[in-house]
Every structure is written in structure tokens, then in C-alpha cells.
């Protein structure tokens, strides 16, 4: 009976065991995924955080580029054509109250010429008068002239001036973005490719789970009814060896038919 027991019992037993190593290592891979996937998330978890890092610092900087940029050269350019204005608009107060004062100067002097000659009462003095008089005006309209082209020149070479720097500035800001651009794709494309090892990971882990139990099963499979083949092999063998014995010593041939004397 032990013979026998450890012969057709052995089915079940390594049906258990063969059972049981599966569900151990199903636990143990689900554990490994487990452990896969939180130290996987942690990783992009601390990508993503420098990430928000590096962006604030290079925000930060480019702010701070862009703040003196507008003093250095923005202010700079401001200060210097205000500066150029007004040092324009007080030579040219300067240049008209010479010409009054010259203007009435050479009234005076027409004046006195006129009554040292005796012609003040007559209408050739009065008109040489009102010619000197005129002669002030004129170079006071020609010093006003010349200070308005002088400004409008002034304010076209600001213009342009301020055009190409406010097109330096927006470069600049170009510039910014599209760094602030590469960062955030060169982040991006760290954090999908440990996304797709995740992925990846987790779909090999249970591709492997899925391998290994229909292996087992399998197995499983193959051995239902091995010992119970096996037995009976065993015992057809025996009982062709007792029929040979059996035969041998009643003294008939085996396969043969036994015949009868007359």
C-alpha cells in the first residue's frame, strides 16, 4: 500500500506544490511591480519638481535681464534724447533773447542815427526804423525755424532710435521663450520616457505572470494522470510476468493452447 500510495498520490501532491509555487511567485511579482512602479513615479515626481525649479530660476533671470535691459538701455536712450531736448529747448530760449536784445539794439541805434541826421520826423527815417525793426523779427522767425527742425530731427532720430532697441527688447524676449521652451521639451520628453518605462515594465511584469501560469497550468496538465499510467503499466507488467510463471509451471507454452490426448 505505500508503494502505491507514493505512486498515485504523488499527482496530487505535485499538483499543490507545483499550485502553490505560482501563487508565490504571482505575490512576488506583483510586489516587484508594486515597488517598479511607486520608485518609477517617484523618479518623475522629482523630475517634475526640478523642473518647476530650473523654469522659476530661468524666469527669474530673465526677468532680472530684462529689468536692465530697460535701465541700461531703454532708461539709458530715454535720459540721454530727454536730456538732448531740453538742453536744444534752452539754447534756443537763449538764442531768441539775443536776437531781441540785438533787435532792440539796432532800433536804438536806428533812432539815434535818425535824429543825429534829422531824419526821425521824416518817412524815410520811419521806414528805415520799421526795415531794422523787421530785420529782428526775421531772425527771431529764422532762430524758431531752425529750433523746429532741429526737434523734428531730434524726435525722428529718438524714433528710430527707440524702435530698434524696443526690437532688441523683443528679441531678447524671443530669445527667453524659446529657452524656456527647449527646457520645458527637454523635461518633457524625460518624463514620457519614464512614463514609457513604466509602462513598459508593467506590461513585461505581467506579460511574465501571464507566461509563467499558463506554464503552470500546463504542467498542471501534463501530469494529471501520470502515476495512474505509470501504475498501470506497472501492474501489466506484473501480471504478464505472473501469467509466464503460471504457465512455466504447469508445463504448458505460453501463447500456446494446451492440448487434449486422444
Known sequence: MGFLSDLFGDEKKRDRAMREAFQQYKASMGMYLEEFENRMLTTIGDVQA?????IGALQEAFQSQIASFDNLVMGSLTEGFDAAQAKMAEGFSIEQEDIRRA????????????????VGATSFGQSM???????????????????????????LNRASTMSAAGQQRVALEGQQAGALSDVRRAY????????????????????????????????RAQNIGTGFNLGGALLGAGLSLATAGIGGAMGIPMFQTPTTGS
Open 50 to 54: 526640478a523642473e518647476q525649479e530650473d
Open 103 to 118: 533787435a532792440e539794439s539796432a532800433e536804438l541805434r536806428q533812432m539815434a542815427q535818425n535824429q543825429l541826421t534829422g
Open 129 to 155: 526804423l520799421a526795415a531794422t525793426r523787421m530785420e529782428g523779427q526775421r531772425e527771431l522767425r529764422r532762430s524758431e525755424e531752425k529750433y523746429r527742425m532741429a526737434d523734428i530731427d531730434l524726435l
Open 188 to 219: 518633457t520628453t524625460s518624463i514620457t520616457g519614464l512614463s514609457t518605462s513604466i509602462a513598459q515594465g508593467m506590461l513585461e511584469g505581467g506579460s511574465n505572470i501571464a507566461t509563467t501560469g499558463y506554464n503552470t497550468a500546463m504542467g
